[in-house]
T-cell receptor, first 114, second 114 residues
Framework: GAGVSQTPSNKVTEKGKYVELRCDPI?????LYWYRQSLGQGPEFLIY????????DSGLPNDRFFAVRPEGSVSTLKIQRTERGDSAVYLC????????????FGPGTRLTVL | QQQVKQSPQSLIVQKGGISIINCAYE??????FPWYQQFPGKGPALLIA?????SEKKEGRFTISFNKSAKQFSLHIMDSQPGDSATYFC?????????????FGTGTLLAVQP
């Protein structure tokens, strides 16, 4: 079946602009995660959704970052007033709500802030 | 605070050799330890995972060794192949926890020479 998809695959923006990154999880997966991967580093947790609600947003670096999942499926990560330090690959992952911990990752969106 | 430390940063192995990557964790609440494989331009994909009730888990050419008292675990790739060339990340989480967010190591770039 289809895996996690993310759009766009690449996004180039200018400092100060607003961007939205989209994640389509695997159908039926109620848990959804956003991670950020900087060059040469492992992914870092940003936010976790269980259904429509953000159950854990402790990884969001500041209030310029926000994410929504209004219908419990697709999620959008929103970044206001982008800064050059926001440049990274933003990864989305999903899993079922059962006992398995396997998180399935999408290919990521590479964000470049000029 | 880096909760999962991974070494080496890079590794070169001859085809048919054994690749060994090591990780150490700090938080004793962690009880789920997966390894992810990532190819360039792709998201991480689960390779193999272990929980601390066993000291070793083997799947094909991939083996995780786990030392609970030392808070260390390692990935062994037997009969390494050029197709194994990728970046490998260890991770840790609290299995069945409220979030199950993954804490990743910094990654190991493996190159298997033909």
């Amino acid at each position: 079946g289809a895996g996690v998809s993310q759009t766009p695959s690449n996004k180039v923006t200018e400092k100060g602009k607003y961007v939205e990154l989209r994640c389509d999880p695997i159908s039926g997966h109620t848990a959804l995660y956003w991670y950020r991967q900087s060059l040469g580093q492992g992914p870092e947790f940003l936010i976790y959704f269980q259904g429509t609600g953000a159950a854990d947003d402790s990884g969001l670096p500041n209030d310029r970052f926000f994410a929504v999942r209004p219908e419990g499926s697709v999620s959008t990560l929103k970044i206001q007033r982008t800064e050059r330090g926001d440049s990274a690959v933003y990864l989305c992952a999903s899993r079922t709500s059962g006992s398995t911990d396997t998180q399935y990752f999408g290919p990521g969106t590479r964000l470049t802030v000029l | 605070q880096q909760q999962v430390k991974q070494s080496p940063q890079s590794l070169i192995v001859q085809k048919g050799g054994i690749s060994i990557i090591n990780c150490a964790y700090e938080n004793t609440a962690f009880d789920y330890f997966p390894w992810y494989q990532q190819f360039p331009g792709k998201g991480p994909a689960l390779l193999i995972a272990i929980r601390p009730d066993v000291s070793e888990k083997k799947e094909g050419r991939f083996t995780i060794s786990f030392n609970k008292s030392a808070k260390q675990f390692s990935l062994h790739i037997m009969d390494s192949q050029p197709g194994d060339s990728a970046t490998y990340f260890c991770a840790a989480s609290k299995y069945g926890g409220a979030t199950n967010k993954l804490i990743f190591g910094t990654g190991t770039l493996l190159a298997v020479q033909p």
